[in-house]
Each structure stands twice: as structure tokens, then as C-alpha cells.
């Protein structure tokens, strides 16, 4: 089964810059495109980025999303950190031998 | 405004049904494919099934595969998931959510069902 794994949390100061990884099990995670999703406690998620790196509107452009082949991993970048952007955020993509949806586990972002 | 409000959750007994509603506004329910989602108490997100917008193809996820009935009225602007030999670990916050820009771009606000003796 094609899985996504995060790092379970991280942190990181205000105004600083943080990098959530996201890696693919097998296949080529280039194969299909990754989302990103935030959830912030006690609310549903929202789309930060979708196919890979594109932003919905009213995102602002601190959230960036990219892709690296070669170690099989999508990523989450977030710039100028705010203490509104402390939440969980998940990659999200499709498992097309099933068809399934994978989520990964999720990484809990820390802004202190 | 797109919107979707889950509904039906509750506390059930292992073994038991349940049948959650989702009802849509603010779009034209029958051009979208919609989904159902969970989460655990203090768990990540797991997908849980897919139906397309006519309901002529479905997907479920294999933890749920022979237990969960998925459909839709596009009548009623309603979605459903009927889920049948509940367990433990089906215990969850059930999300439907409607694509977008995204494959899970707008979400409702869940509805929590719990499992339990």
C-alpha cells in the first residue's frame, strides 16, 4: 500500500521559515499531485496548497508547496511564520493502483 | 457559499448501524464527486470513500470495504453513508467533503460518531 509519512511535529520562532516534509512509500510521489491541508484544533481542514504547489485564493503567498523527485518527497514551506499558522498540516494524494486517497500522518506545527 | 452540514452521529453499540447525512448548498450538488473522510480522537485523517457525481463509481477504502455503504440523492442535494457492524475503531469524527481546486477543496464541519459499549 502506497503511504505518506511526516514528521510528527515540529517548530519553529515567529518570523522564521519552516519545511514540512512529506515522503512517498513507493512509486514516484511526481506520479500524482500532493495537497496540503491545515487544521487548526477543533475546526476542519482547509487547502493550503494543491497539485503540488499551487495556492487557493486567499492563501497567503508565505505557504509554498514543491516537489523533490529524487527523494520521493513533497514539501511544505511556510515563511515569515505567525502564531496563526501554529496547526496540523497534512499531504494528501492518490494511490492510483487501488484507487485510494492517502493522507499522511501529519506534522503539528509549533510557532513559540 | 458551498456549504455541508453532516449530520446522524451518535453513540452506538459495537456490532450496531448508523446512516450519516451530509446535506450541500450553495452549488450544484449533481456536477461534483464527493467524499467521506474521518479522524480519530487525537488521530490524523484517514479517507473513507468516494462516490462520482452521477454515483456510478465508488470507492472505499479497505478498513470500511463491506461495512460502509456510500450513495447520494442529487434530488435532495444529500450524500449518505450508511455504516453497518460498527466497531471501536471506526469511533471518529466523519467529515464529508466536495472537491474543489483540491480533491478535498470544501469540508463540512463532521459529526462525531463514537462506538462503545
Redesign the interface.
Known amino acids: 500500500n502506497f503511504m505518506l509519512t511526516q514528521p510528527h511535529s515540529v517548530s519553529e520562532s515567529p518570523g522564521k521559515t519552516v519545511t514540512i516534509s512529506c515522503t512517498g512509500s513507493s512509486g514516484s510521489i511526481a506520479s500524482n499531485y500532493v495537497q496540503w491541508y491545515q487544521q487548526r484544533p477543533g475546526s476542519a481542514p482547509t487547502t493550503v496548497i494543491y497539485e503540488d504547489n499551487q495556492r487557493p485564493s486567499g492563501v497567503p503567498d508565505r505557504f509554498s508547496g514543491s516537489i523533490d523527485s529524487s527523494s520521493n518527497s513533497a514539501s511544505l514551506t511556510i515563511s515569515g511564520l505567525k502564531t496563526e499558522d501554529e496547526a496540523d498540516y497534512y499531504c494528501q494524494s492518490y494511490d492510483s493502483s487501488k484507487p485510494h486517497w492517502v493522507f499522511g500522518g501529519g506534522t503539528k506545527l509549533t510557532v513559540l | 457559499q458551498v456549504q455541508l452540514v453532516e449530520s446522524g452521529g451518535g453513540l452506538v453499540k459495537p456490532g450496531g448501524s448508523l446512516r450519516l447525512s451530509c446535506a450541500a448548498s450553495g452549488f450544484t450538488f449533481s456536477d461534483y464527486y464527493m ?1 467521506w473522510i474521518r479522524q480519530a480522537p487525537g488521530k ?4 473513507v470513500s ?1 462516490i462520482s457525481s452521477s454515483g456510478s463509481t465508488i ?1 472505499y ?2 478498513s470500511v470495504k463491506g461495512r460502509f455503504t456510500i450513495s447520494r440523492d442529487n434530488a435532495k442535494n444529500s450524500l449518505y453513508l450508511q455504516m453497518n457492524s460498527l466497531r471501536a475503531e471506526d469511533t471518529a469524527v466523519y ?1 464529508c467533503a466536495r472537491e ?6 470544501y ?4 459529526t462525531l460518531v463514537t462506538v462503545s459499549s
Open positions: 467524499s490524523g485523517l484517514e479517507w468516494y470507492y477504502a479497505d467529515y474543489g481546486a483540491a480533491p478535498f477543496g469540508w463540512g464541519q463532521g
